[in-house]
């Protein structure tokens, strides 16, 4: 079974530049999670997805993060324009039978 | 917000000790889960214990669940350097959601 697939895996980008970020869940998961990872702390949950439903957006910066899921399979986050305090792992994972499972994430660093 | 408080921060032991990491959380929650994560790499799952659940063991691993003391601990025995990782505690809320703690850093000395 193929895991949850993530790209770029790293990326590097000057403040006030945007960038997108790529998932692609384990075929079948209808749940869908982005969270951002700084250095030295757990992931942080910015918005769950049901199908291409938004379950939960409470912890996203909407003036300058978006995501979307528009056929409930593959997703894309967004970050425009990107601060210097974006730097982070972004972690998309998608829920199993009654765990969740990590792609291996896309390395952000904002100069 | 922080649900899991994990201690300690970081963990050093040698090959064949056993390891115990503690996770402090503050609601209620539906289930507790361990996961791990090697540098640079995604999380993954441990093991899940459920609210109604006090012992759960899979392999080398042990977790217990206190709901009274809202705290689980999670025991690696016999340790390798393999282990080497973070380990975090996610409380899962009755409507699914994970909440994450700061996670406790181990490293296995061969």
């Known amino acids: 079974e193929a895991g949850v697939a993530q790209s770029p895996r790293y990326k590097i980008i000057e403040k006030r530049q945007s960038v997108a970020f790529w998932c692609n869940p384990i075929?079948?998961?209808?749940?869908l999670y982005w969270y951002q990872q700084i250095l030295g702390q757990g992931p942080k949950l910015l918005i769950q997805?049901?199908?291409?439903?938004?379950?939960?957006d409470s912890q996203l910066p909407k003036d300058r993060f978006s995501a979307e899921r528009l056929k409930g399979v593959d997703s894309t986050l967004k970050i425009q324009p990107a601060k210097l305090e974006d730097s982070a792992v972004y972690l998309c994972?998608?829920?199993?039978?009654?765990?969740?499972?990590f792609g291996p994430g896309t390395r952000l660093t904002v100069l | 917000s922080q649900q899991g408080e994990e201690d300690p921060q970081a963990l050093s032991i040698q090959e064949g000790e056993n390891a115990t990491m503690n996770c402090s959380y503050k609601?209620?929650?539906?289930?507790l889960q361990w996961y791990r994560q090697n540098s640079g790499r995604g999380l993954v799952h441990l093991i899940l214990i459920r609210s109604n659940e006090r012992e759960k063991h899979s392999g080398r691993l042990r977790v217990t669940l206190d709901t009274s003391k809202k705290s689980s601990s999670l025991l690696i025995t016999a340790s390798r350097a393999a282990d080497t990782a973070s380990y975090f505690c996610?409380?899962?809320?009755?409507?699914?959601?994970?909440?994450f703690g700061q996670g406790t850093i181990l490293t296995v000395h061969p």
């Open positions: 609601t209620s929650i539906n289930n």
């Open positions: 994972a998608s829920l199993g039978l009654a765990a969740q499972y």
């Open positions: 996610a409380t899962v809320s009755s409507y699914g959601k994970l909440t």
């Open positions: 075929s079948g998961h209808a749940t």
């Open positions: 997805f049901q199908n291409n439903g938004v379950v939960d």
